[in-house]
């Protein structure tokens, strides 16, 4: 915990963790304290609160916090939830890390990204209504939840939402109502949930909504009623279905070079 105070107070980055290195455990109620007490966060560097290569065995209770600092997370353990429900914080980083709880957090609002690229996660990411004024980065993460495995239904996202380089997904990802103010970025992602892989009913999409390079859906896209102001592209991608009821589309629609084309379902109704 002492070495956890230090790097959050100083202004070089902690040495990088080594993947397979032990992570000692540091109190959930510590990082809690760490992030929340008023005399304390004048002592954070403004990097950020630095939570590198640890384990907390207890869930990580920030409900109705105003967390100063960033809150970055790095090549943890987390054993139990992160509760960030109506928080507000700089930014949230869970990066190359592992996480047994679900992610609690409707009605954030967060003054800068979320990233949670390369991290492993058991449970669902919920963040119904949160405002993120920066990117929302999934990239290379793994969501193991066969239900609901990330819920944005009516957030507010300041630019591009990243799906991509490896992302997958057991679960439905669900945007119902999301505005998304830059791009929908869903390069070389695996949905391998068998209903409704994807759904972004009544969505709002200001940039374009790209899936290629190797895009897999085991189950079904749903945009419908959903509005795009740049181009739809499907490039290099197999699907099972693309449901575009009532799509209002500003740009191209771009269907080219799909993968067993003889097994998906295109509807444009």
Known sequence: EMTFLRDSACSSDPLE????????????????????????VQNIDPKGLRVWGVTLPGNLDLD??????????????IRGDINLMFAE??????TESEVAGPIKADGIKVHGPVSLRGSKFASEIRMLGASVESEFSCTDTKLASKGDALSLDNAEIGNNVFLNNGFES????RMLGAHIAGNLECEDANLKAEGIALTMDEARI???????DGFQSSGAIRLPV?????DLEF????VAE?????????????WQQIRNPEKSTLKLI
Do not use: M
């Not at 109705?64 to 353990?77: D, G």
């Not at 057991?170 to 990802?173: A, L």
């Not at 200001?206 to 290629?212: I, L, P, Q, V, Y």
């Not at 693309?242 to 771009?254: E, H, Q, S, T």
């Open 206 to 212: 200001d940039g374009g909504a790209f899936f290629r």
């Open 170 to 173: 057991c679960g439905t990802i």
């Open 242 to 254: 693309v449901y575009c009821r009532n799509l209002k589309l500003a740009g191209d629609f771009i």
């Open 64 to 77: 109705e916090c105003r967390v100063s600092p960033t809150l970055y997370v790095h090549r943890c353990t």
């Open 226 to 230: 959903a509005e795009i102001n740049g």
């Open 89 to 94: 914080t700089r930014g949230v980083y869970v």
């Open 235 to 238: 490039w290099d991608v197999e």
């Open 17 to 40: 963790p080594e993947k397979d290195q032990p992570r000692p455990e540091v109190r959930s109620e510590f990082v809690r304290w760490l992030a929340t007490d008023p005399e304390t």
